[in-house]
């Protein structure tokens, strides 16, 4: 099964997506990688819906892409003697280390590390924004606010602290063992939410280390003091935009998201985008077209995936959320104008072996119209490369290794295979030639480019470009002869 498109889709299983069958169906419809959320659910939920998509992959032969996002250190008030209370603007209202149910004038605030951050003249964002208190004072138990617009505030809302960089660690307790179980499960990427500087990054790697891709989730404003060297140290990025919605103007969102795909890019990171894409399919069959408008942009911006949460996790319709997403893609793609903003955003290579190989790769598939790009890589970090330069013919990835060959579903225009490793050069402009064909994406007489390190099996060795032709031999393959390749 091959993609008609380039961007990927991440979809986010929850209760109404945790059957086999449906699984089945959102993967039919168009998701590439599946996002198990650990902020709900326990981990024999994640477990089952973790083999079901095992499941899925094995029916269909595709590499797929697991996901396990972990909660993040997520701040919470305390509970409310009457289970919510009303404030008004102008009000004082405390948060305390007294862990007695509040009232109209208090709460507690189980945080004791906000208490040391937090200082006169910021502001707490209590339930996604929806009240505000500007702080007046601050002491070692308690922090005094001023309410400044009219709300309601009830059991353990969150608290948003945009002003503050909070000096809590990057896994709490419970991160640690969602981490321990999803690496035990097979996980493919760990998303680490609410990340603020690049260590938070390197914490969580001594843990992980190569046993998945680390996605870093941007949703604090702190962490765009450091952006770049975040995506440095990270494998991918997401732009998390509820959180950061919440913590910066909502004016400044986008051109917050330009930026990180930009550096995203720049880097050859593969950036997701995600939060309230399709938000209104929750309920209804059908998106707003301001939503579709947003799952474009995000596509012209050239980004490597978009993502469904709600909307696929407990919405009324999560296949045709899929199916509707699959489809703004797949005409963005085609659109002419879609390849000139993707060659106008086009970012000079680094100056490495690795990326030298990939742009020139870029530049001959183009200049021979080759019909497909062909990397071997034994760490991924080839066909990232190649992915960072989104050449105009699709990428078909070749790996000995299935955990690469999934961890790749979520790079823009891979199209991921495993084989056995080759030994030669012969041995892989027939491999190379085999794949192309065999996928649907080159015939005999085509001609394809390919990318690959030697010594052959050894990881970020990319350096060789090779141009080869599809030989008729190798449209023998479907009748069970030997395939071939003539290089040229």
């Known amino acids: 099964m091959r993609r008609q498109r380039k961007a990927k889709i991440v979809a986010t299983l929850g209760p109404a997506s945790s059957d086999i069958a449906v699984i089945r169906q959102l993967f039919d419809a168009g998701a590439d990688v599946f996002r198990l959320n650990f902020s709900h659910g326990n981990h024999e939920d994640h477990r089952a819906r ?101 709300g309601t505030l009830s059991d353990r809302k969150g608290v948003n602290v945009p002003d503050a960089v909070i000096p809590i660690p990057a896994l709490t307790d419970k991160d640690r063992r969602d981490l321990a179980f999803a690496l035990e499960l097979g996980a493919d990427w760990i998303a680490l939410s609410f990340v603020q500087r690049p260590s938070d990054i390197v914490e969580a790697r001594e843990i992980i280390g190569t046993r998945a891709g680390v996605l870093s989730k941007i949703e604090k404003p702190a962490a765009l003091q450091q952006l770049e060297e975040i995506v440095r140290v990270s494998d991918a990025v997401m732009v998390a935009r509820g959180d950061l919605g919440v913590e910066l103007p909502p004016e400044r969102v986008p051109g917050v998201q330009k930026r990180i795909l930009r550096i995203c890019r720049q880097l050859g990171k593969p950036v997701v985008i995600a939060t309230q894409m399709l938000e209104s399919m929750i309920d209804s069959p059908v998106p707003t077209r301001a939503e579709a408008s947003d799952v474009a942009s995000a596509i012209y911006d050239g980004a490597d995936a ?84 989104r050449p105009g013919a699709p990428i078909v990835s070749i790996t000995p290794n299935l955990d690469i060959a999934r961890r790749l579903a979520i790079a823009w225009g891979v199209h991921s295979t495993v084989s056995p490793d080759v030994q030669s050069v012969d041995e892989m402009v027939e491999a190379a030639a085999r794949a192309a064909l065999v996928e649907g994406y080159a015939s005999p007489g085509d001609q394809i480019t390919i990318a690959a390190g030697m010594p052959f099996g050894q990881g970020g060795t990319t350096n060789l470009l090779r141009v080869a032709e599809v030989g008729t031999e190798v449209g023998a393959l479907a009748l069970g002869r030997s395939p071939a390749a003539a290089a040229v």
């Open 50 to 150: 973790y083999d079901a998509v095992r499941q899925v992959e094995a029916e269909t032969g595709r590499p797929i892409a697991i996901l396990a996002d972990l909660q993040g250190p997520k701040l919470r008030i305390g509970t409310f003697a009457a289970g919510k209370v009303a404030v008004r603007a102008g009000d004082p209202f405390v948060l305390d280390s007294d862990p007695t149910p509040g009232d109209g004038t208090r709460v507690h605030l189980p945080h004791p590390e906000l208490f040391k951050a937090a200082s006169a003249g910021q502001s707490l964002l209590i339930d996604d924004g929806k009240v505000r208190l500007n702080i007046e004072s601050v002491s070692s138990g308690s922090i005094i606010t001023r309410v400044a617009n009219n």
């Open 306 to 389: 978009v993502m469904l949460s709600a909307e696929s996790a407990n919405g009324r319709h999560p296949v045709p959320a899929v199916s509707m997403m699959d489809r703004i893609i797949t005409e963005v793609e085609r659109d002419p104008l879609y390849r000139n903003m993707i060659d106008a955003q086009h970012e000079v290579p680094l100056s490495t072996r690795q990326d030298a190989i990939c742009a020139a790769l870029r530049e001959v598939t183009h200049i021979i119209g080759a019909r497909a790009t062909v990397t071997y890589t034994s760490s991924g970090a080839t066909a990232l490369r190649a992915a960072r330069e």
